[in-house]
């Protein structure tokens, strides 16, 4: 890939493959690495300040090792109406319990961003919402689409770019990619905030 003219070398701090796939789509060269981070909830913290804050953590983690780089973090909490948070679920079962919460309801996403710039530590941090609304799934349904698609390494036990899509009645929000983990349009909101235009400083 041919080098851009980027302000500073570009890193995302994250070892999700999907992340990295939807940051592929911008065309810009960068460098991954994994954060080592405490990702556990502060004390009556609300989902969208933890995304925020954990987003932030994990670009920070990351200056020691990239010093002069624009270090992209990302995190996602999802919940449903009354605070219950879904997480990664790991197991079949976990899934199945989490899409039966889910059924009839709407489950918002709340997936922090942040652009930080080791150079001279300075961070821009957004938190980008996104509302799924399921249907109400039979038994059946969960079952099938779990042993069809296996989600298990999703936060709210599907994936909206694939079978997934079948669970909703509705999607809200002003960017789908935040759902899969990298909301793309604030990331380029961020980058013009900060000088750079990926459509034109090529």
Not at 53 to 66: G, H, P, S
Not at 83 to 91: F, Q
Not at 113 to 137: G, K, Q
Request: charged share 20%.
């Amino acid at each position: 890939m041919p080098s851009l003219p980027l302000p500073a070398p570009l890193v995302l701090a994250s070892s999700s493959p999907y992340r990295q796939e939807l940051l592929a789509r911008l065309g810009l060269p960068f460098e991954t690495a994994s954060p080592d981070i405490d990702e556990s909830p502060r004390h009556g913290e609300a989902p969208q300040d933890l995304a925020r804050r954990l987003a932030e953590e994990k670009a920070r983690a990351l200056a020691t090792r990239f010093p002069a780089h624009w270090i992209i973090g990302s995190d996602q909490v999802a919940a449903l109406p009354d605070g219950t948070r879904l997480n990664k679920p790991g197991s079949h079962q976990r899934a199945l319990q989490q899409l039966q919460l889910s059924s009839g309801k709407t489950v918002t996403f709340h997936t922090g961003l942040a652009l930080y710039d080791s150079r001279n530590d300075t961070c821009a941090c957004v938190c980008e919402p996104f509302r799924a609304h399921f249907r109400e799934l039979t038994e059946t349904e969960i079952r099938h689409y779990l042993l069809t698609e296996q989600p298990y390494d999703c936060a709210g036990s599907f994936k909206m770019e694939g079978l997934g899509i079948a669970l909703f009645n509705r999607l809200e929000g002003r960017d789908p990619n935040s759902l899969v983990g990298l909301p793309l349009i604030a990331l380029n909101d961020l980058f013009r905030q900060w000088g750079f235009n990926p459509l034109t400083d090529r």
